[in-house]
């Protein structure tokens, strides 16, 4: 599929979904690690402002750090207040902009970040399945940066939702999104999905 069409539209629903967000949920743990809703939608512009080019002179400078460059990109893009963070994101909405890697990395970060901002605000979207069901066929065979394929070793993940599945071994089921979700390290995801092998996989989280 054209990636980038998705990727647009899920951009600026996003957008559209925090404009009226109240200074402390700006400040709201994200699903993503240590990083507050807002470091999340900094994260997401900055991303969307690299090439690959300028994504390794970046790395160059960070004494190849990919998380140095991250958090610089975060510290960069946050503006001087969650208007700022909001107008930053906007402004590249329909860039196609981003660093090297597979195309389906874009629509993932797109949709799995978009996800670490609504889980903790307590909001819901319904994303198009056919964008999540690639998402999920990407993450089952990578373990770029975020370990995804190892985590999911050995069992069997299936969508109550969607016509997919994946793997052999204990069953791990729910919705595909949260499925991507568990997929790509958020623990909160767990608890949105059954069957035997979910006390497996809930050892292969970092946190």
């Known amino acids: 599929m054209d990636i980038w069409p998705t990727v647009h539209t899920e951009r600026r629903a996003l957008a ?23 470091d999340v939608l900094a994260h997401m512009t900055s991303s969307a402002k690299l090439t690959p080019p ?3 002179g970046k790395m160059i400078g960070s004494g190849f750090s990919f998380d140095k460059v991250q958090e610089k990109g975060v510290a960069a893009n946050r503006g001087a207040s969650p208007a ?41 979207r319904k994303y ?4 999540v069901v690639t998402v999920a066929d990407f993450y089952k065979g990578s373990n770029l940066l975020i370990g995804s394929k190892s985590r999911i070793a050995g069992l069997t993940l299936r969508a109550t939702d969607a016509n997919w599945s994946h793997g052999s071994g204990p069953e791990v089921s729910g919705p595909i999104l949260s499925l991507v979700m568990a997929m790509t390290g958020r623990r909160a995801a ?3 999905l059954t069957g035997s092998g979910l006390g497996e996989i809930s050892t292969r989280f970092d946190h």
Do not use: Y
């Not at 559209?16 to 807002?38: I, K």
């Open 16 to 38: 559209a979904d925090l404009r009226d967000l109240g200074t402390e949920d700006w400040a709201r743990p994200s699903l993503c690690g240590d990083w507050t809703v807002r």
């Open 54 to 56: 300028v994504f390794f």
């Open 84 to 124: 700022d963070t909001l107008a930053n994101f906007e402004s590249v909405a329909t860039s196609v902009k981003h660093p090297p890697g597979p195309t389906q990395t874009w629509l993932g970060e797109t949709i799995v970040h978009s996800e670490d901002i609504r889980r903790a605000l307590g909001m819901q």
């Open 128 to 131: 198009p399945t056919d964008a």
């Open 190 to 192: 767990l608890s949105h």
